[in-house]
C-alpha cells in the first residue's frame, strides 16, 4: 500500500468515525454558529455587517473550531488504545499526520459552510464574488488543518493540554487568520485583485505547514 | 556520524574569560550610549534607548534562530547538547524579547504618545514573544527528557519561520514602526557615523552577555540531566 493511500485509509476512518459519532463536527458548529449569533449583538448591527469585522470573527471561531475537532479527534484514538496500534504500522505515523489533517480539512470545510451561510443570511452579507468567497475559504481552511494537528500532536497525552494548544496554535496561526480574514473580505466586497493575493499567500502557508508538518511531526507521535 | 558535540572543557575554560569581556563591553558600550553618542537632532536623548532596544531584538532574532538550528540538531543527532543549547536559547530570547518590547514602549510614549499601538513590527513581535513563551511552557509541561526534547525541537523548527515575519513586517504593510536602518535592502545605514559605532558596540556587548549566558545555561542544563540520570540510577548518555 502507497503512502497516499495509507492517508486516505486513515482519513476515511477518521470521517467514518466522525460520522458515527459527531461530537466533534457537532460542537464546532455550535460554536461558530453562536458567535455568528452574538456578533451583531456585541458588536452591533452595522458593525457586525462590516466584511472585515465579520470575517474575522469568523475565521478566528473556525480557528477554535479546528482546534475542539482535532482534539476531539485525537482524544477518540487515546480512549480506544487506538493510537499505540497505529503508530507501529509501517509509515503509520506518517499516515496519521496526512489522514488527520485531511480529515480535520474536510470537516472544518462543513464546518465552515454551515457557519458561511449563517454569517451571510443573518449578518446580511454583501456577496460581490461567491466564487472568489469559496476560494478563500477553502485555502484557508487547508491552512488551518496542519498546524492545528501539529500543535495537537505536540501536545499529546500532556497534562493542561487543552489550555496548551490555542496558546502553542493561534500565534502560529496569525499569518492563516489575517489572510483569510483579509482575503474574504476583499472577495465579499468585490475586490479580486486582494481576494486573489490573499488567496496565494494561503495556499503557501499550507504548503509550508503541510510539508513541514509531513517531514518533522510524525516523529513526535508517540 | 557527523561530530556534533561541543568541546566541553573549552566552554569551561573560556566562560570566566566570556563573562569578563562581557561586563567589559557593556560598560563601554553604556559610556558610549549615554555620553559619547551625539544627541538627536530630531528625539533628542530619547533615541538613546535604541542603544538597548536595537541590539535586544537583534538577539530575540539570534536566540530564535539557535533555537531552531539546536533543534535540527537534536532532531538529527538525538545528542543532549542541542536540546540544552535550545532551551538555554529560548529563555534567553524570551526575556530579550520582552526587554525589546518594553523599550521600545518607553520609547514609543514620548515619541508617537502611546506606550503601544497596533502597528504590524509591535504586534509580530508581541506574537513571537508568546509563541516561545508556549514553546517553554510546552517544555515545562512534558517530563519525559526524550519526549519532551522531540516535541519542543519540531516546535522551535516551526516558530522560526516567525523570525523574518518580525522582520520584514515593517516592509510588507503600512508600519508606524522606523524601516530598517542599519540591514537596509539597498545602500548603507542611515545613520550618523557615531551613532552607527556606538550601536554596532551595543550590539557586540549584548551578543558577549548572549554567550556568557548560553555557556552558564547550557552547563546548568547538563549538569541538571546528569543528576535526574543519577537519581533514576540510569546509565547517563554520553555527554559532550
Redo the contacts between chains.
Keep these: 500500500m502507497t503512502g497516499l493511500a495509507r492517508v486516505g485509509l486513515v482519513a476515511s476512518r477518521e470521517l467514518s468515525a466522525e460520522r458515527r459519532q459527531p461530537d466533534g463536527a457537532v460542537a464546532a458548529v455550535t460554536f461558530v454558529a453562536v458567535l455568528v449569533l452574538l456578533e451583531s449583538l456585541v458588536v452591533g448591527p452595522s458593525r457586525a455587517r462590516d466584511a472585515t469585522v465579520a470575517a474575522a470573527l469568523f475565521w478566528i471561531a473556525l480557528a477554535f473550531a479546528a482546534i475542539v475537532v482535532a482534539m476531539r479527534s485525537f482524544d477518540r484514538e487515546l480512549d480506544d488504545d487506538a493510537l499505540d496500534a497505529l503508530v507501529v504500522l509501517p509509515g503509520g505515523r506518517d499516515a496519521l499526520f496526512g489522514g488527520k489533517v485531511l480529515a480535520l480539512a474536510a470537516t472544518l470545510g462543513l464546518v465552515a459552510l454551515v457557519g458561511g451561510v449563517l454569517s451571510l443570511v443573518l449578518l446580511d452579507l454583501p456577496l460581490a464574488l461567491p466564487v472568489h468567497v469559496v476560494l478563500v475559504v477553502v485555502l484557508g481552511v487547508v491552512a488551518l488543518a496542519p498546524v492545528v494537528v501539529?500543535d495537537v500532536v505536540?501536545?499529546l497525552r500532556?497534562?493542561?493540554?487543552a489550555a496548551?494548544v490555542p496558546?502553542?496554535a493561534l500565534?502560529?496561526l496569525?499569518?492563516q487568520l489575517v489572510s483569510a480574514t483579509q482575503g474574504a473580505a476583499a472577495a465579499l466586497t468585490g475586490d479580486a485583485t486582494a481576494a486573489l493575493a490573499w488567496s496565494g499567500i494561503l495556499l503557501a502557508f499550507a504548503l509550508?505547514?503541510g510539508v513541514?508538518g509531513l517531514t518533522?511531526?510524525p516523529?513526535?507521535i508517540? | 556520524m557527523i561530530e556534533t558535540t561541543f568541546p566541553r572543557g573549552f566552554a569551561l575554560r573560556i566562560r570566566p574569560w566570556l563573562g569578563i569581556a562581557a561586563a567589559a563591553s557593556f560598560a563601554v558600550a553604556s559610556v558610549m550610549a549615554l555620553a559619547w553618542a551625539p544627541t538627536d537632532a530630531v528625539q533628542g536623548d530619547v533615541y538613546r534607548i535604541m542603544y538597548v532596544h536595537v541590539p535586544a531584538a537583534w538577539l530575540a532574532y539570534l536566540a530564535f534562530v539557535v533555537v531552531f538550528l539546536a533543534s535540527v540538531g537534536w532532531l538529527w543527532s538525538k545528542r543532549p547538547w542541542f536540546d540544552a543549547a535550545a532551551v538555554a536559547s529560548a529563555e534567553i530570547g524570551v526575556l530579550f524579547t520582552g526587554l525589546a518590547l518594553v523599550a521600545g514602549s518607553i520609547w514609543a510614549k514620548p515619541t508617537w504618545g502611546v506606550w503601544w499601538t497596533w502597528e504590524p513590527r509591535l504586534v509580530t513581535t508581541a506574537v513571537m514573544f508568546v509563541m516561545y513563551v508556549g514553546y517553554l511552557l510546552l517544555r515545562s509541561l512534558s517530563t519525559d527528557f526524550d519526549r519532551r526534547a522531540t516535541r519542543a525541537a519540531i516546535l522551535g523548527v516551526i516558530l522560526v519561520l516567525d523570525v523574518p515575519i518580525v522582520h520584514l513586517s515593517v516592509l510588507w504593510a503600512n508600519s508606524l514602526h522606523q524601516l530598517p536602518t542599519v540591514l537596509r535592502a539597498g545602500g548603507s545605514p542611515a545613520l550618523d557615523s557615531a551613532m552607527l559605532l556606538t550601536l554596532m558596540v551595543s550590539v557586540a556587548a549584548f551578543t558577549l552577555v548572549y554567550l556568557y549566558f548560553m555557556s552558564a545555561r547550557v552547563a546548568i542544563e547538563l549538569s541538571r540531566r546528569m543528576t535526574i540520570w543519577g537519581a533514576a540510577g540510569a546509565q547517563p548518555p554520553r555527554l559532550p
Excluded at chain 1, 500532556?158 to 493540554?161: E, V
Design positions: 501539529v505536540l501536545a500532556l497534562r493542561a493540554r496548551l496558546i502553542l500565534p502560529v496569525v499569518p509550508v505547514y513541514v518533522i511531526v516523529a513526535a508517540e
